[in-house]
Nanobody, 124 residues
Framework: QVQLVESGGGLVQPGSSLRLSCAAS????????MAWFRQAPGKEREFVAG????????AYAHFVMGRFNISRDTTRNTLYLQMNSLKAEDTAVYYC?????????????????WGQGTHVTVSS
């Protein structure tokens, strides 16, 4: 059984940092393209950042570029999202996702596995 489990969310003030983690189990994700999505109340789920296994190629949504950093540790089957300079508009449920395919996609419909989500609230 495939499982993705996110952790690291919480309530922080604007300008703060958080690091999200996603532990994958049940199969090896060493070759999968993995990503973070988020969904704010009343909005659609949107792509935040993704990372390939081969070459560690990364992709970011324009609204997080320069503030967020995605990384992965294949030996631990873990995906990370370092979030800096957080803004109120970053408030959302953040989801970890993985594709069987090793190729980039920014579309949530093309991801095969999802975590349960972790809440991030940025508020003063």
């Amino acid at each position: 059984q495939v499982q993705l489990v996110e952790s690291g969310g919480g309530l922080v003030q604007p300008g703060s940092s958080l690091r999200l983690s996603c532990a994958a189990s049940g199969r090896t994700f060493s070759e999968a393209f993995m990503a973070w999505f988020r969904q704010a109340p009343g909005k659609e789920r949107e792509f935040v950042a993704g990372i390939a296994s081969i070459g560690r190629t990364t992709a970011y949504a324009h609204f997080v570029m320069g503030r967020f950093n995605i990384s992965r540790d294949t030996t631990r089957n873990t995906l990370y999202l370092q979030m800096n300079s957080l803004k109120a508009e970053d408030t959302a449920v953040y989801y970890c996702a993985a594709r069987r395919d090793a190729v980039y996609s920014g579309s949530s419909s093309e991801y095969d596995y999802w975590g349960q989500g972790t809440h991030v609230t940025v508020s003063s």
